[in-house]
């Protein structure tokens, strides 16, 4: 499929989501995949800030242990964090270990094999609620082009957080942004009931929870909460 | 409010927060009831005038109490549920944006808290966790679905185990958690 065919397509089904009753974690988890898949980049992650402003990650194009701790370090440093205080994109960074603006942050992605990085903030009106973090392998700033439709997939990501349009209010928000951040903790613990009994993987656990909700047409959160319950049958891990 | 169970008030400021407490634990219903079984937040600016009305026992005790305005707020980690924080004012109206951003963190703070007070944590050790936000990590959050199989038992169940653990062996959380899902170490 041409690039431009399968860029709209993913942009109409992103907005086809937005409109139904949709699950936030799993949207976002797709915008990342698809962020990989077109814009060329090797990791994509999307991180919302709490109502204190610490920055989180709601997900991420890969489950690998070692690149979700890169978003979480970013709590503290990194391209996501700088994004998510100036509002303004942090432009394409080559990463040297220990050096430049976020010397952990560089080392730990260097370990995770990305030598470059590039965030946009998510923005909303006035506010910035998050940031999306793109990787990559090898150190070829993104086109133009690719930038534009980066800024698509950031915009995208920063509506899916606002579920009621009625009221784009500050106390709504606040607690839309929570809800999204704690079914993503929902989700971590339910990949460790699922690593548990079926004697698999993080990132496994991560896809067959996500491949059983999309094949029997349910929402993540629910078969995560509903794995942490044991209402579902453990069979439905197996391979 | 702590507990599903075992409802009652861990921690009040005043005597009227403490009046509006007991009401709740009383009669079974108010904001905290509510926010804990919908699981979100529950505001009521105007008790006196409420635009939708409810707690038809609790809302005359509540402003003879001395209560005007009345906010619950779950206190939940994932699928650990652990009550809800009760916030009221003498007078009506809503909270600003930044009492009800306060409320949300301090919900989350108190959650973690009550977790680390049933795990028998030392003082120190949980202003330590708390500076760190190990809470925050995903692998405690994995470890915690992982020892709940283990043990058989909630996933509330299993973070206070995994706490106890920590504090008993003077771990940090984290690396007990790291433990746990390299399947180092095992619970039960």
């Known amino acids: ?32 995949n698809r962020c990989v898949s077109l814009l060329g980049v090797s990791a994509a992650g999307v991180m919302l800030a709490s109502p204190d402003n610490d920055l989180r990650l709601a997900a991420s194009s890969s489950e690998a ?56 903030p998510l923005r909303l009106r006035d506010r910035t609620v998050g940031a999306l973090n793109l990787f990559n392998a090898g150190q070829t700033p993104m086109t133009d082009e690719d930038l534009v439709v980066a800024r698509a997939f950031a915009d995208l990501a920063a509506i899916s957080v606002v579920q009621h349009w009625s009221t784009i ?8 942004l929570m809800r999204a951040l704690d079914s993503r903790v929902l989700i971590e613990q339910a990949k460790g009931v699922i690593f548990e009994r079926a004697g698999i993987g993080m990132a496994e656990a991560f896809d067959r929870l996500r491949s059983y909700a999309r094949s029997h047409n349910l929402r993540l959160t629910k078969v995560a909460q509903d794995a942490i319950d044991g209402s579902l049958d453990p069979a439905a891990w197996g391979p | 409010m702590a507990g599903d169970e075992a409802r009652g008030s861990v921690c009040n400021t005043n005597a009227v927060s403490a009046a509006i407490e ?20 529950v505001l ?5 005038d409420p635009r939708t009305p409810r ?31 009760n916030v009221y004012q003498d007078r009506s109206g809503p909270l600003s944006d930044e009492q009800h ?88």
């Not at chain 1, 209010?169 to 839309?176: T, Y």
């Not at chain 2, 906010?71 to 994932?78: A, S, T």
């Not at chain 2, 185990?161 to 746990?180: C, E, G, K, N």
Request: aromatic residues 8%.
């Open chain 1, 1 to 32: 499929m041409a690039r431009e065919t399968a860029l709209v397509r993913s942009l109409v089904e992103l907005a086809d989501t937005l409109v139904s009753d949709f699950d936030v974690i799993e949207l976002l988890t797709g915008l990342a």
């Open chain 1, 65 to 120: 242990m070692r690149v979700l701790e890169l978003f979480e370090l970013q709590a503290q440093e990194g391209p996501c964090l700088d994004a998510f205080r100036t509002g303004e994109p942090v432009e394409h960074q080559n990463l040297q270990a220990g050096v430049g603006p976020w010397p952990r942050f560089a080392s730990g992605a260097l370990e995770a094999g990305f030598r470059s990085a590039f965030a946009l």
């Open chain 1, 169 to 176: 209010e500050n106390q709504l928000l606040n607690e839309q």
């Open chain 2, 22 to 41: 007991e009401l709740q634990y009383v009669l079974g219903e108010g904001p905290c009831v509510d926010a804990y079984q919908q699981d979100r937040a």
């Open chain 2, 44 to 48: 009521e600016p105007d008790l006196a």
């Open chain 2, 55 to 85: 707690w038809l026992a609790f809302t005359p005790k509540a402003l003879e109490a001395g209560a005007r305005a009345v906010f619950g707020f779950p206190l939940r980690v994932g699928a650990v549920r652990l009550g809800a924080l």
């Open chain 2, 101 to 188: 951003a306060d409320a949300l963190v301090m919900a989350e703070v108190v959650a973690h808290w009550l977790l680390d007070v049933q795990a028998e944590a030392r003082p120190g050790a949980l202003a330590e966790e708390l500076e760190l936000g190990a809470e925050f990590y995903f692998v405690v959050q994995n470890a915690a679905g992982v020892v709940s199989v283990q043990l058989g038992v909630t996933v509330t169940e299993a973070m206070i185990a995994l706490r106890a653990h920590a504090f008993s062996t003077d771990r940090p959380l984290r690396d007990v958690a790291r433990d746990v899902v390299e399947r180092k170490l095992r619970f039960g």
